[in-house]
């Protein structure tokens, strides 16, 4: 089964910056979407953005313009730039890819731990 594993998280006062990233491993033949969720206290888990294996991006309303999110193909890895950063930003931030692994060739879809980001003066 394909792991995620992020980093990044931490505790930033608001309107700082904080860059996310995930990697993936196992036995990948090939990563189709990228992306992050994240969940608050009390909330469901909401999409914060996506990015496909040729670029084209997704982004939630109240991330445009604060967040960008890349990948890198060689290392199978997401990042997530986040700026501006606002309490109602704080929550776990949970990665996501979904694609094709070996040895079987088969589709899989995988979450990560989650990493806490915390806005906070």
């Known amino acids: 089964q394909v792991q995620l594993v992020e980093s990044g998280g931490a505790l930033v006062q608001p309107g700082g910056s904080l860059r996310l990233s995930c990697a993936a491993s196992?036995?990948?033949?090939?990563?189709?979407?990228m992306g992050w969720y994240r969940q608050a206290p009390g909330k469901q888990r909401e999409l914060v953005a996506t990015i496909t294996r040729g670029g084209p991006t997704n982004y939630a309303d109240s991330m445009k313009g604060r967040f960008t999110i890349s990948r890198d193909n060689a290392k199978n890895t997401v990042y997530l730039q986040m700026n501006s950063l606002v309490p109602g930003d704080t929550a776990v931030y949970y990665c996501?890819?979904?694609?094709?692994?070996?040895?079987?060739?088969?589709?899989?879809?995988?979450w990560g731990q989650g990493t806490q980001v915390t806005v906070s003066s």
């Open positions: 996501y890819a979904d694609g094709w692994e070996g040895p079987t060739i088969r589709f899989f879809n995988s």
């Open positions: 196992g036995i990948i033949v090939s990563i189709n979407t």
